[in-house]
C-alpha cells in the first residue's frame, strides 16, 4: 500500500540522509509540523548533524553556538551502581534521593557533612583504592556513597552545540530557573518536552521563546529534530519521515513500523537503502511482552524512566481493539457455556420423561 502511495523512497548513504533533509526543511519552512523518526540512535544523531546544517545555511539558526553538557543516562543497574571498578572520569551522579550525612563539630560549630541532597550533581574525577572521588557543585572532594547506589543515577556526558532557533528535547523531569515574584515555583520541565531556542543569556543559561529560562547546569537536554520509534509513540504531526538504514534493519519489527508509519495526519515517507529488505525486516514480531506493557508501549522517553503519572497516553485505537477481542472472547466462551448448559437440561428433562 505505501509503495503505491509513492511513500517509499530507495536511496543510498548520504543521498538518502540529503533528499531526507530537503523535504524536512522545506515542510518546516512552510509552517506543518513534521517528525524524522530514526529506529536507532546513532542514525538519528547523523540526522540531527544534517539537519541543522541545512538549517544554518537557511538561516534558521543563529550563528552563534554555545556548548553545553549535555547527560545520557547509563541505566545501570544497583549492583553496577555500587561497582567502583565501572566509573569513568568525566561521568555526572545525580541523587534522586537524599543522603543524610554526619553530625560533626568543627572550630566549635556544629553541622553537617558527607550529605548530599535530592536533585545535586557531582562529577566523577577518579577510582581510587575501591572508591569513586568525585567533585562537588561547591568544588570540594569526596567519595561517592556506593552504599546508597539505589538513591543516585549515572549519567555519561558529550558536548551539545546550541545556537538560536535550536529544538531541544528535555530528557528528564526537573525544573526551569526561578523567575517572577518570590515564593512562586519554577515551572516543571517534563521529560520529551521539546521547544524552541530562543537566546543564551549573559549568565549562559537557555531561554525558551515562551520566556522560560534552562539553567545551564541543567544537562537534561537533547536535540529536538529527530526521534526513535518509542519516543515518538503519542505524538501526531502533519507529516512524518522515516530513515531505514541498513545499520537499523536489526532495530526494525512490526510493532515499531506500526508506531511510525502513524505519525502523519497528512502524509508519510520512507528513506531506505533497500524496499524488500525493509519489507522482510518489519514483518518481524518484537520480544513477547505483557498485556500491560503492550498497552503502555516503551516506559522510556528521552532518557529518563518515565513516572506512572507522566506516561504518555494510550493509543486509544489499540486498547479499544484489544478491550473488544477480549470482551468477544468472553461472550464467545459464555454463549458455549448456555448451549452446552441447554443440552444438559434437555437431556435431563428427556431422560425423567422416560
Known amino acids: 500500500m505505501l509503495e503505491k502511495m509513492g511513500a517509499i523512497v530507495e536511496a543510498s548513504?548520504?543521498?538518502?540522509?540529503?533528499?531526507?533533509?530537503?523535504?524536512y526543511v522545506d515542510a518546516t519552512g512552510d509552517g506543518e509540523s513534521a517528525l524524522v523518526i530514526a529506529p536507532t540512535h546513532a542514525e538519528g544523531m547523523a540526522l540531527t548533524e544534517d539537519i541543522r546544517d541545512a538549517f544554518k545555511k537557511s538561516g534558521r539558526l543563529g550563528g552563534h553556538e554555545c556548548v553545553f553538557i549535555a547527560r545520557r543516562n547509563?541505566?545501570?543497574?544497583?549492583?553496577?551502581?555500587?561497582?567502583?571498578?565501572?566509573?569513568?572520569?568525566?561521568?555526572?551522579?545525580?541523587?534522586?534521593?537524599?543522603?543524610?550525612?554526619?553530625?560533626?563539630?568543627?572550630?566549635?560549630?556544629?553541622?553537617?557533612?558527607?550529605?548530599?541532597?535530592?536533585?545535586?550533581?557531582?562529577?566523577?574525577?577518579?577510582?581510587?583504592?575501591g572508591h569513586v572521588i568525585v567533585m562537588r557543585q561547591d568544588g570540594s572532594q569526596a567519595a561517592l556513597p556506593l552504599e546508597h547506589a539505589e538513591r543516585f543515577s549515572v549519567y555519561d556526558t558529550r558536548n551539545l552545540a546550541v545556537a538560536e532557533g535550536e529544538r531541544i528535547r528535555i530528557t528528564a523531569n526537573g525544573y526551569a530557573k526561578k523567575q517572577g515574584r518570590p515564593g512562586e515555583?519554577?515551572?516543571?520541565?517534563?521529560?520529551?518536552?521539546?521547544?524552541?531556542?530562543?537566546?543564551?543569556?549573559?549568565?549562559g543559561d537557555i531561554r525558551l521563546t515562551d520566556g522560560v529560562v534552562i539553567p545551564k547546569t541543567f544537562g537534561h537536554i537533547a536535540h529536538g529534530y529527530v526521534d526513535t520509534s518509542h519516543a515518538s509513540q503519542g505524538?501526531?504531526?502533519?507529516?512524518?519521515?522515516i530513515s531505514v538504514g541498513d545499520e537499523s534493519l536489526k532495530a526494525a519489527n512490526r510493532a515499531q513500523w506500526y508506531v511510525s508509519v502513524s505519525r502523519g495526519r497528512e502524509s508519510v515517507k520512507i528513506y531506505t537503502e533497500d524496499a524488500e529488505t525493509l519489507k522482510a525486516a518489519v514483518q518481524k514480531s518484537p520480544e513477547r511482552m505483557s498485556v500491560s506493557e503492550m498497552m503502555r508501549g516503551d516506559p522510556l522517553v528521552g532518557d529518563e524512566p518515565v513516572a506512572k503519572k507522566q506516561r504518555p497516553r494510550?493509543?486509544?485505537?489499540?486498547?479499544?481493539?484489544?478491550?473488544?477481542?477480549?470482551?468477544?472472547?468472553?461472550?464467545?466462551?459464555?454463549?458455549?457455556?448456555?448451549v452446552w448448559q441447554q443440552r444438559i437440561t434437555r437431556e435431563r428433562e428427556h431422560r425423567h420423561v422416560r
Request: hydrophobic share 35%.
Open 74 to 129: 547509563t541505566h545501570w543497574t544497583k549492583a553496577e551502581r555500587g561497582d567502583a571498578r565501572k566509573y569513568r572520569a568525566g561521568q555526572v551522579v545525580q541523587f534522586h534521593k537524599a543522603v543524610s550525612g554526619t553530625r560533626k563539630s568543627k572550630n566549635g560549630v556544629r553541622g553537617t557533612s558527607g550529605g548530599y541532597a535530592r536533585g545535586e550533581a557531582a562529577m566523577v574525577l577518579r577510582e581510587d583504592m
Open 185 to 203: 515555583k519554577p515551572k516543571r520541565l517534563n521529560n520529551g518536552d521539546i521547544f524552541t531556542v530562543e537566546s543564551i543569556t549573559k549568565d
Open 314 to 338: 494510550l493509543d486509544m485505537r489499540r486498547l479499544a481493539r484489544y478491550l473488544k477481542d477480549r470482551m468477544q472472547d468472553a461472550y464467545d466462551a459464555i454463549a458455549a457455556r448456555g
Open 13 to 23: 548513504g548520504e543521498t538518502r540522509h540529503r533528499m531526507l533533509v530537503a523535504e
Open 235 to 241: 505524538k501526531t504531526v502533519d507529516r512524518v519521515f
